[in-house]
């Protein structure tokens, strides 16, 4: 089916009728200002434009004589555009993207551009056109259509629905405190396109008027400094009326543009997409009753389409006058803190035709800008999640341990209380689809938040962890039955995921595995042990669902012949309700040296000639296929977590060292300093910052990748970002873990002795940290991945492509900021050799595959530096010193204390021969 997508968006800023800026500007030249800015933000050739409908409220006079076509002209549109005039007054701008959407759909357009203009000074008043208005049936029939002004109208609303005048004036002191805002303003600049205009001006003190040539930048309407004591002190227009010049819109002049497109279209030339048309819909009201008739449309269009209010994160409604906005917000129910967050009309003011096109043009940014600020508030949630229930209590749970009782794990009193507030507050699901109950949350914010909690209670966080995986398993290879009954399970945390992959005789090597799948009925028996199953039961949920990799009879040895299984703990049915044993069984738990607060379970599938029941996953055979669709959120976890213990171990060492005085400094001088102020520790502190900074940088942009290979618009920027993905999780993976073992190791050597006793609890995060080098796959074994997968599959071209990438932006903004040019220097020349690095490794795993083996995990840590230095690069905001102090800073120490260890990789790189020619030293 055919989608009409929003592509680019303008509007000239929106002057006061008569005595403002636009008061001798053609209603052509504002929405042909409008409609080329657009045109031009959209990245579309004028000629591909085939139609432009213009919605206008008085298409007369300098806005009459089909004022659609002299705006596609005026706009730099050719002569084969099209126009079409568009009047419903104050809905006509958001009536002409409904006409030019819907006339994609239908096959008429594929390009087409919606404005909306209103030239009130040119217009209203003496000059406007009254003859012959007036209908003697309506007149006897409805004589307020005719005879009522719309003020009057809004009265009316005012006295039938008992909005007073208090609550009024507090409403419009909202619009226009919403409009100052930062983050109002911040859009402002992305939508309003300045007009060089001639206006007319009354001079001061007298009746004299002159023109001028100005420059239009900004809203003339807007008045930041209002009170609601001044408000209260504005005279009514009517007698013994409410509305107030301060609660109403104001007459004003302007015009807007939206871009709109068929979304095949956008995909194939790459346009940013900033929307997609989903409805339209009308509904009349009392002619007496102005401006309330989305009491009545909005319910239709969302019954139509299968939504609720609350199904609608924002909502623009027409700030005609304050009386009807407030009518038609409190009869819809619609929720305040999404409801015009950056004011309307009362503020910024209201040229008909203009209004429906700005304020759609502006959900769509404002949309954008409320995502980050929402993706601001998660976060914020989640750290105060991991502050109340994770941090405090994570000593005592790791005292306390995970403990197996009468055959079943039993978590930590502090875990499993945790367990419960996280699954009321909805976490589990953050990044699943809607469908199934999920916020649908990017993965970047998912893994950012497991950061947060992994410094909480890294033992916590891997509960989540593992079931976003097995969560993502089921999405994509699951039958429908079980994506319907079970996932939902999975999106509430009612049921948790485990993954039973290793076994005892096989270790890393998945192909030596024994477990065996023999087909029963609708599903299969499966039989055999697996080991190092983290959290493979406990007591805090209904069921626990493992993906077991299984062998069925008859399958090809190796790898080739293993298959993926969903085996629940205990047996479910199709709805998911959870029913008696399933003979899976832990029988015994491991004796870690860390993450005592979580269960890592030998679980046993099967006994006495009884299998577990499981169900196949994907196609038989293609286990390994199936699972590697979730292995890259497993090891982005494992990179997550480790980042998290080391911010953590971090924030502890930094509040240690301000406080613990000990020694003096070295410049001389009497009095014992906190050890900050020692130069040996305040390098250790800056190694153990820049480190984290930059792992966290590597994970995020990882994730970022993620979420565009499943999200982006078009085939071709999925397919890069696959790549990079694929490219790039063994090495966050690997540097990551690596680095936050190097992190917490430090903090000790922070605290001196007091680090390395258990009241401090600072060696607990090193021994979380250790298992990260050794989890989801060994490090060693990332680097074979990376070097000889990832890496060779393409001789190279994929990581060259990134690295040039990122070179270019660094030397971008090296070349314009002068301050960043030091540390550019320092990365340019290993830039220059990886490259070479790059193309030795290819070489040898073509002829010499025990070197490039040996090298593989030098290689891979150069990469990990070197990536990490660039994209710290892309951090700041290049808005000021101030803005770029801190990432600047955090940049320099990378390139001066961090970066040098591309040496060492390098020459290990380079001398790996060495390895292969004294192996014997190791039999």
Known sequence: ????????????PIGKAHRGSLNMTHGATMAGHAIAAAVERAGIEPGEVEDVTVGCGYPEGATGENIARQSALRGGLPVTAAGLTVNRFCSSGLQAIAIASQQIIAGGSDVMVAAGVESLSLIEGPGKNRSNVEE???????????????????EVVAKRYGISREQQDAYALQSQLRHASPEQQAILRDEIVPITVRRRV?????????????????????????????????????????????NASQLSDGAAAVVVVERKFAESRGLKVLGAFRGFAVAGCEPDEMGIGPVFAVPRLLARNGLSIDDIDLWELNEAFASQVLYCRDRLGLPNERFNIHGGAISIGHPYGMSGTRMAGHALLAGRAMGLKRVAAVLTHGGRFATRWLSPGRNASQREGARLEGGRVKAPVGIAKAYDA??????????????????????????????????????????????????????????????????PRLVSGEWTGALGMTEPQAGSDLGLLRTRAVPHDDHYLIVGQKVFTSWGDHDGVA?????????????????????????????????????????VRVVSLENKIGLHASATCWMEFGRDGVGAQGWLLGEANRGLACMFSMLNITRLATAVQGVGLAERAYQQAIGYARHRIQGKPVTGGAASIPIIGHPDVQRMLLTMRTLIAGARALYLYAAAQ??????????????????RLELLTPVAKSWCSARSVEVTAMAIQVHGGAGYVAETGVASYLADALVGPIYEGSNGIQALDFGRRKVLRDQGQALRELIVELHGQFRARAEEEPQWAQPFAAVDRYCSLFSTLVDLSNQRWSTQPSTAAAAASDFLDFAGTLIA????????????????????????????????RCDTHAAQVLAAEHVVQAAFLVD
């Open 869 to 900: 230095a660039l994209l710290l690069a892309r951090e700041a905001e290049p808005d000021g010193p101030q803005a770029n102090a801190e990432p600047l800073a955090v940049m320099k120490f990378f390139a001066a204390q961090v970066l040098p």
């Open 706 to 723: 993620l979420d565009i290979s499943a999200a982006h618009s078009v085939p071709a920027q999925r397919a890069v970002a696959k790549a």
């Open 1 to 12: 089916m055919r989608e009409a997508v929003v592509v680019g968006y303008a509007r000239t």
């Open 202 to 246: 009354v001079a001061k003190g007298s009746d004299t008027t002159y023109e001028e040539t100005a420059t239009l930048a900004h809203d003339e309407g807007a008045r930041a400094g209002t009170t609601l004591d001044g408000l209260a002190g504005l005279k009514a227009v009517e007698p013994e009326g409410s509305v107030t010049a301060g």
């Open 543 to 583: 069921n626990v669902l493992h993906l077991v990799l299984a062998r069925l009879p008859g399958a090809p040895a190796g790898t080739a012949g293993i298959s993926l299984f969903a085996v629940p703990l205990l047996r479910a049915d199709v709805a998911g309700v959870a029913g008696d044993f399933n003979h």
């Open 136 to 154: 003697a049936w309506l007149l006897q029939k409805y004589p307020e259509i005719y005879r009522m002004s719309m003020l009057q109208t809004a």
């Open 422 to 487: 996280f699954r009321s507050d909805g976490w589990m699901g953050m990044s699943m689809p809607r469908e199934v109950r999920g916020s649908a949350l990017p993965w970047a914010v998912q893994f950012a938040l497991c950061e947060i909690w992994s410094a909480g209670d890294a033992a916590f966080n891997q509960l989540p962890a593992l079931t976003h995986g097995v969560m993502v398993a089921l999405e994509q290879h699951a039958p429908e039955w079980m994506r319907r009954g079970w996932l």
